[in-house]
């Protein structure tokens, strides 16, 4: 299956060069014209991007109990997504790695540390999607499964459908050897679990007071000028069995389009898939906005018409990117030409050089 | 121009006999909204209406009459949207269940969320009192023969989809000005177990907006989403094109860019609607000012009196 993989890549990377040139003729942006003029980029023999990863560990009121491991997760997901790109790996590959990265992280509602439905058990939503063909992958209501964002490329590349849910779900799971998890709920869930009454408490609780979880995401830009987009979450705690929210859907929970961008949303998920906030957001950037200014209108938007809040994060394919939020915090990280930045409240933005 | 209430029974290619029972089925839809949409009713009532008379008729793949998964098994997926305040409600991979629309329905007027899938809908079902049907009623011979032969090794279940009238939905604005989509489908032709198409997703199988408009869509369910069809059409309209353009640009645009064919009902706030579709055949029909507008084929559009027939 790797051996495949590469293969394919290896075809993909070919056509990809055509497509980089041909734009230099008719691309609006003069962005990859100047990729192809600057002599480093000559040197090597082949235009290359400047690859960006963006990573968020959800968007809501997170506790100071949880904000220096949410930030130490969320740059450990940027690096690993960077690495990746580094060693001139596809957005797809970036994007998948990071998310896995924040799913293993207990801290972050996905995979293990995710919330519990109301019968006290994990139900697990994800997407994956490709900028480049459109190819999407996802799965909703998905249980014991470590990693859903694997689960659901899987869905995109070994199937003819977009979205597999519940037993469904774990049906192809099995048939294509992904293990069986049972330990993804922490003691710490079960305890919050148990003291939480019911899911509207549950939802004030998550957005506007202190505790709870939300999804986790990634988008990517890799040196060929793809981009892709990843999306997980365990939902909101005390939700209803069978709860799809936005992170599988498309065009909510995430988007991915070499002609505009991509995104991958967090937040109150009833809200976001009201506006089809990720599709939102590139339709802005179609009409010119920047990445920020386009996440900005989006969620300025959904407060408004929905009341609901939430946060994105953007990179567009010439690499401009943005991490936006209308909650009290989201945690987050981005690398960009060795440089990361993240921030957790409103406005904050940390730098860090990596070389 | 108010009310108007716009019907389609699917895009694709049918043999005669059987396109002419979609179009009557159709017809009789959108006269059962219109009467609704006439007496003062709302938008909602009657697009859930509308799409509920076409699940009870076994011609469409909706409801009864749906498509066989590939255990020859029927799920089905709906979504309802309501554009005063975007609300929606949708249920997905959800069995035994005649009208999966007013299921839809349900999730939106009594949960706090927009779509439960598989068997945390038919929990649900079962909480709000909805009886559960046997299997058997939903499946009729016609989905049993295709089934089988889609079963062969060398089958084409996308192309035979199109050789079948696909997934209904309905458009509506009411005398109030109120916007409302709804959708249903069996979805496509042994299909995998769990298998959701656009239609329970938003944005993509229904999109329903006071300030621009309403679509809902049917074609193919991974190409719909891929593109955000429904979503995709009302940019174009807020960018200023009329039903009809916006419905065209989105189409072909999803025929280059995911070698995808559709078609889409399409509504705008004044009652402006359009009816396109990239697909061979698509089964349509409009009420408003008492007439009845309808068709099948590229470039085909028939009018009669709302009344005639009845």
Redesign the interface.
């Known amino acids: 299956m790797q051996h495949n993989n590469t293969i394919k890549d290896r075809h993909g990377s070919r056509l990809k060069i055509c497509l980089v040139i041909l734009r230099t003729f008719t691309a609006k942006d003069l962005q990859p014209v100047k990729i192809l003029l600057n002599p480093e980029n000559r040197a090597s023999g082949r235009p290359r991007m400047k690859t960006v990863i963006v990573v968020h560990g959800g968007a809501w009121a997170i506790p100071d109990l949880l904000a220096e491991a949410s930030m130490a997760g969320v740059k450990n997901a940027a690096w690993a997504g960077d690495a990746v790109l580094k060693n001139g790996g596809s957005a797809i590959d970036a994007v998948e790695k990071a998310v896995r990265s924040l799913e293993d992280d207990p801290t972050f509602d996905a995979g293990h540390g995710a919330v519990l439905n109301v019968d006290g058990e994990v139900e697990l939503d994800s997407i994956i999607m490709d900028g480049e ?4 992958g996802a799965v ?2 998905v249980r014991n499964i470590a990693n859903p964002v694997s689960l659901a490329r899987a869905v995109m590349e070994k ?11 774990s ?2 799971a099995e048939r294509i050897g992904i293990p069986v998890a049972d330990d993804l709920v922490t003691d710490l869930e079960r305890k919050d679990w148990e003291q939480s009454s019911s ?2 408490v549950g ?1 004030g609780k998550l957005f506007n007071t202190q505790w709870g979880h939300d999804t986790v995401g990634a988008v990517a830009l890799d040196s060929l000028g793809n981009v892709a987009c990843a999306t997980s979450t365990g939902g909101i705690r005390n ?7 936005d992170s599988p ?4 929970g995430g ?1 991915a389009d070499n002609r505009s961008g991509a995104v991958s949303c967090t937040g109150h ?2 809200s976001i ?4 906030l990720a ?2 957001i590139l ?1 802005h950037m179609e009409q010119g906005k920047s990445a920020t200014a386009a996440a900005e209108a989006s969620l300025q938007y959904m407060g408004e ?2 009341k609901g809040c939430g946060g994105a994060i953007v990179v567009s394919s010439t690499g401009d990117w943005a991490a936006s939020f209308t909650t009290p915090r989201m945690a987050w990280a981005s690398i960009k030409e060795d440089v990361l930045h993240c921030g957790l409240n409103p406005k904050e933005d940390f730098t860090q050089m990596l070389k | 121009m108010l009310p108007v209430v716009v019907v389609h029974g699917g895009a694709g290619h049918v043999p005669k006999e059987i396109a002419e029972l979609s179009t009557i089925g159709v017809k009789e839809a959108t006269r059962t909204g219109y009467a609704i949409l006439q007496k003062g009713g709302s938008a909602m009532d009657a697009v859930v209406e509308a799409v509920a008379l076409m699940e009870n008729n076994p011609r469409f793949n909706a409801g009864r009459g749906s498509v066989l998964n590939v255990k020859g098994e029927v799920e089905m997926d709906a979504m309802v949207m309501d554009g005063r305040t975007l609300d929606s409600g949708a249920v997905s991979a959800v069995r035994r269940i005649a009208n999966p629309v007013q299921l839809a329905r349900l999730v939106m007027e009594k949960t706090k969320h927009l779509c439960l899938t598989a068997e945390g809908a038919s929990k649900f079902a079962r909480s709000m009192g909805v009886p559960e049907v046997p299997e058997e009623s939903l499946i009729t011979d016609y989905a049993k023969m295709r089934w089988k032969k889609n079963l062969e090794p060398d089958a084409n279940p996308v192309e035979c989809q199109m050789g079948k009238m696909g997934t209904v939905g309905a458009v509506a604005v009411d005398k109030d000005g109120n916007i409302a989509c709804a959708t249903s489908t069996g979805g496509m032709i042994n299909k995998m177990e769990g298998r959701v198409g656009d239609t329970p997703c938003v944005g993509c199988g229904g999109y329903a907006d006071n300030n621009i408009g309403a679509v809902s869509p049917t074609g193919h369910g991974e190409a719909i989403m891929k593109v955000t069809l429904s979503r995709l059409i009302l940019f174009h309209m807020e960018q200023g094109k009329t039903p009809e353009e916006a419905s065209d640009l989105a189409l072909t645009y999803m025929k280059e860019r995911v070698d995808g064919l559709g078609g889409a009902v399409v509504v705008d706030p004044k009652g402006t609607w359009a009816a396109q579709f990239s697909s061979l055949q698509m089964s349509w029909a409009a009420a408003q000012q008492g007439e009845l507008h309808f068709g099948l084929y590229h470039g085909e559009h028939f009018v009669e009196p709302v009344q005639e027939n009845i």
């Open positions: 063909t459109l190819a999407t909703a209501s199937t003819d459908h977009v979205i597999l849910t519940d037993r469904g779900a049906m192809f899911y509207p939802v939700k209803m069995v069978g709860r799809v929210g859907i498309i065009g909510s988007y998920g009833e898939l009201k506006v089809t599709r939102l339709f018409r929905v």
